[in-house]
């Protein structure tokens, strides 16, 4: 246990020290409306990088998903700061290109090291790392937690990648492909501006098959027609397929000129920055949707400045004085389900999410019912058993009559958690669902009469399963009497095997052997950051 002593120093050093270095750099005196601009295209510029850079290119997807995350934490950051700068203004001869792309980098370099000590901060607040402290040679150290398990965590992450990867296969680039030559004609470049053709016809056979994969990735459970407060879910996925087909093709032409003309180039990567009415209005002609409509979904979608764990990938489009400002690169890496639910997972929304997740659930319920039932087995959503005063209802029961095995599934429509606080969060609701499943074998054990009037046989073996809809990539501890698995997993487990027995499912479940050839590859890594008098060792889970 940590000293009080110590705590207080670290909340000292956090105040005094690491809260403040920011002011130092000179780009956050830069006024909003040329360092706004001036962050997204520095990040266009990076998310360039990764299809032009030999060595970027070589990552895999989750290797570029870490750094993507690493740079935008910094970029949140940085946005973060500028809207709280000191109310001192330079004059307008300090205003370069060259300076600012200096400062920047030095501001970026700064903010990155902040957000990865932020991370530890955090797990440290929420209990999931220790820290020590030597204040004699000024050092905090955070240390890695111990009996991680590694199995899941890998499984996870795999099951991340392969989600990403079966996005990305699905989306229609060979069609959007045969739009891009004539597209490109009809763009003209000069000093003083670029003319862009945007609004790519609805009945592009592109923009039909994208809209089309909105409707399977997108809530695919619900209908078009459901209120989302202030536009339909129709309406957003119209919204994400018109900027996605435009800002994917935008980008490409920025790919061109790369090709053609080497990185550094007269075109670059350039941000969205417009008056909020315009920009709403542009949207508006963009999407073919009324500009009450855009206006709604573009106030769920613009960054929270003043949040602590808001997220650019969550909400892309940034306010500053009266203006919208949004990279198109960025828009064409998100994933639109997950940007949908952390936007409306929020303050004013957030009621409205709870009532969708609750019929998400139920939806999905039926399906994973489905999906057991053509394998043979039989089984039992949300039936409810009593004794005495004592009363369950398991979300889902699948008993294998053949082999007389009776598996008690709790199933949690949890999303992919995005920073370390939503991995706290994630944590604490699996510790419940452990107790709750735990609830479910202890009554069935101590109450064999039930298993018998209901089934209708002795000596059922009983099995547990805790079922997430989405990866959760969490560090799990090695000592766990319940088996975990993510739907993604399970349904692929599932396609490779016609016939299965409950035993088979919980053993391969528990065994993992197909991300066996992934446990070398991941890794704490400890990394030492100076600021100031102060050595702060902090600890990241790394892919090799």
Known sequence: MIADTDVNIIRKV??????????????????????????????????????????????????????????????????????????????????????????????????????????????????????????????????????????????????????????????????????????????TFSIKGHDIPWGISKESIAYIKFRELMNTVIFPELSNEINLGGYTLGDYRTFFASIFIN?????????YFDAKYGLENFLGSSPIDLNESDMIMWLSDLCDLKSDVVQEIIIDLTFDLEGFHSKLVLQPFVRYENNLCVSPRLLTIVNPARMLSGALNKGRKKKLYDSLINKLENANLSKIALCFESLGFITYKEKTFSVDDKKITPDLLVFDKTNNALLIIDYKHFLLPLGTSEVAYKLKEIKKGINQIQKYVSFFEKNTNCLVDFFGNENIKIYNLLLFHYPVPVPLSSQNPVNFIDLVSLQDFFSKNATLTVTQIIDWISNRDDVLQYRDEASWHTQSISVNDWTFSIVEAQLS
């Not at 990155?112 to 999931?128: D, E, F, H, M, P």
């Not at 800002?247 to 790919?255: H, S, T």
Request: charge should be negative; hydrophobic fraction near 40%.
């Open 247 to 255: 800002f994917q093709l935008y980008g490409w032409v920025e790919d």
């Open 14 to 187: 956090e105040n005094e020290v690491l809260d403040v270095e920011y002011k130092q750099y000179h780009f956050i005196h830069w006024p909003n409306e040329l360092a706004v601009p001036m962050i997204f295209k520095y990040l266009g510029d990076i998310l360039r990088d990764f299809k032009s850079d030999n060595s970027l290119k070589q990552l895999d997807y989750l290797q570029q998903l870490y750094l993507t995350n690493q740079i935008l934490s910094g970029i949140e950051w940085s946005l973060r700061w500028l809207n709280k700068k000191p109310t001192i203004r330079m004059h307008n001869y300090y205003y370069s290109t060259q300076k600012a792309e200096v400062q920047i980098t030095e501001l970026m370099e700064w903010a990155i090291k902040y957000s990865q000590i932020s991370v530890n901060y955090v797990a440290w607040t929420r209990g999931l790392l220790e820290v020590t402290v030597d204040e004699a040679n000024k050092h905090i150290i955070f240390n890695a937690p111990m009996g991680t398990e590694t199995k899941f965590f890998l499984s996870q992450l795999n099951a991340q990648n392969r989600q990403g990867i079966n996005y990305y296969n699905a989306i229609p680039f060979k069609e959007l492909e045969k739009e891009f030559q004539p597209w490109l004609k009809k763009c």
